[in-house]
């Protein structure tokens, strides 16, 4: 049997979306001070944060293995 690692994927899915969360509101932030780096600000947000929780989930926690 074929073993799944639908845990892994889902802790990927809830990452990306609490990275989107965190970036739209950093970069809303970021608007205000210094319009030019918004877009710079959502897309490194999302980055940083889906990647802490990823590797966080992965290897403090297990999932996936």
């Known amino acids: 049997m074929k073993r799944s690692n639908w845990k892994s994927k889902i802790l990927l899915l809830i990452a990306v979306i609490v990275g989107i969360i965190a970036g739209i509101a950093v970069a809303s932030y970021v608007n205000e ?3 030019k780096a918004t877009g710079l600000a959502f897309f490194g947000t999302l980055a940083v944060v889906a ?3 990823t590797v966080i989930g992965v290897k403090i926690f297990r999932i996936g293995d």
Do not use: A, D, N
Request: proline letters at 0%; a neutral charge.
């Open 33 to 35: 001070v210094y319009h």
């Open 51 to 53: 990647g802490l929780i």
